[in-house]
């Protein structure tokens, strides 16, 4: 399923990565391929992280654990 955002309505979405990236996840991330696709979230994770981000806007939406549950 594509995602929208809530805020401009447009499809242009990033999954938020949590945690400490490897060195190959850092390399697959600079591939043409996966540009816009992630965004890394950083290493603290809480229970009501965002799980995407727009990539137009920068607006943060959905809830990192309810995506982990499906």
Same mark, same amino acid.
């Given at each position: =399923? ?10 242009n979405?990033?999954?938020? =990565? ?42 943060l ?10």
């Amino acid at each position: =399923m594509k995602e929208t955002c809530p805020d401009c309505k447009r499809t242009n979405i990033a999954e938020i =990565m949590y945690g400490y990236p490897s060195s190959k996840f850092l390399d697959e991330l600079k591939k043409d391929e996966n540009k816009g696709k992630y965004q890394l979230g950083g290493c603290c994770i809480s229970n009501d992280d965002p799980a995407f981000s727009c990539n137009d806007c920068g607006f943060l939406f959905g809830n990192r654990e309810d995506e982990e549950n499906e």
